[in-house]
């Protein structure tokens, strides 16, 4: 098995939301997380400080995400890491190429959740 590091991955997702709606999408983002796109990781979500915390884990894999919504755009930033085989982590491009499918997986599900 691989060990693919996911700290510094930053998400900034543009959007023309009202603040309310904005915290309403995120949550419904992290939803959408937790039942569609991984739902063995148990993602769940607290709110601190005016930001949101994500966390989730499966196997040897554990990440947490600080989603931060601010006038125009919201900015995720990711950590943890991803335990994924050999043969797919040599298939999708190596360490970069997991990071570049994890970023692009999040970016694209949170951009369709703020409307985008």
Same mark, same amino acid.
């Given at each position: 098995?691989?060990?693919?590091?996911?700290? $510094?991955? *930053?998400?900034?997702?543009?959007?023309?939301?009202?603040?309310?709606?904005?915290?309403?999408?995120?949550?419904?983002?992290?939803?959408?997380?937790?039942?569609?796109?991984?739902?063995?990781? $148990?993602? %769940?979500?607290?709110?601190?400080?005016?930001?949101?915390?994500?966390? #989730?884990?499966?196997?040897?894999?554990? &990440?947490?995400?600080?989603?931060? /919504?601010? /006038?125009?755009?919201?900015?995720?930033? *990711?950590?943890?890491?991803?335990?994924? #085989? &050999?043969?797919?982590?040599? *298939?999708?491009?190596?360490?970069?190429?997991?990071?570049? %499918?994890?970023?692009?997986?999040?970016?694209?599900?949170?951009? /369709?959740?703020?409307? $985008?």
């Amino acid at each position: 098995m691989a060990q693919v590091p996911l700290d $510094g991955i *930053l998400i900034d997702v543009p959007h023309s939301l009202a603040p309310d709606e904005v915290l309403r999408e995120i949550e419904q983002f992290a939803q959408d997380l937790a039942e569609n796109r991984f739902p063995d990781w $148990g993602v %769940r979500l607290e709110r601190q400080d005016g930001r949101m915390q994500l966390h #989730g884990a499966h196997d040897g894999s554990a &990440f947490q995400a600080t989603v931060v /919504a601010e /006038a125009g755009r919201v900015v995720l930033e *990711l950590s943890g890491v991803v335990e994924i #085989g &050999f043969l797919k982590h040599k *298939l999708a491009g190596g360490d970069q190429g997991v990071r570049d %499918r994890v970023r692009a997986t999040l970016a694209e599900t949170l951009a /369709a959740h703020l409307g $985008g």
